[in-house]
C-alpha cells in the first residue's frame, strides 16, 4: 500500500491514490476526510480519517494513522 501519496479532484470529489494501487474517495465529516477505500477489503480494514495542513491558499501536508502506523507527508 505504500507508496508515493496523490490527491487529486476526480468529478467534484477528492480521491487518495498511494502507490501504484489503493485508491479511495475522500468523504468529508466534521473538519477531517474519511477514507472510503474503492476495495472492500481495505474499506472493511484500513478506514482512517486524513486531515490536511494548510498555509494561506496551498496545502502543504497530509496526515493519517493506517492501521497502527502514522503517516504523515508533505509537498514537494
Known amino acids: 500500500?505504500?507508496?508515493?501519496?496523490?490527491?487529486?479532484?476526480?468529478?467534484?470529489?477528492?480521491?487518495?491514490?498511494?502507490?501504484?494501487?489503493?485508491?479511495?474517495?475522500l468523504e468529508?465529516?466534521?473538519?477531517?476526510?474519511?477514507?472510503?477505500?474503492?476495495?472492500?477489503f481495505f474499506r472493511e480494514y484500513f478506514g482512517t480519517h486524513v486531515s490536511f495542513t494548510a498555509a494561506r491558499d496551498s496545502i502543504t501536508g497530509l496526515n493519517m494513522r493506517l492501521n497502527r502506523d502514522d503517516i504523515s507527508t508533505r509537498k514537494k
Open 28 to 40: 468529508y465529516h466534521g473538519g477531517a476526510f474519511f477514507t472510503r477505500w474503492r476495495d472492500p
Open 1 to 25: 500500500m505504500l507508496g508515493p501519496l496523490r490527491v487529486r479532484a476526480e468529478s467534484n470529489a477528492l480521491t487518495l491514490k498511494m502507490g501504484d494501487g489503493q485508491v479511495a474517495d
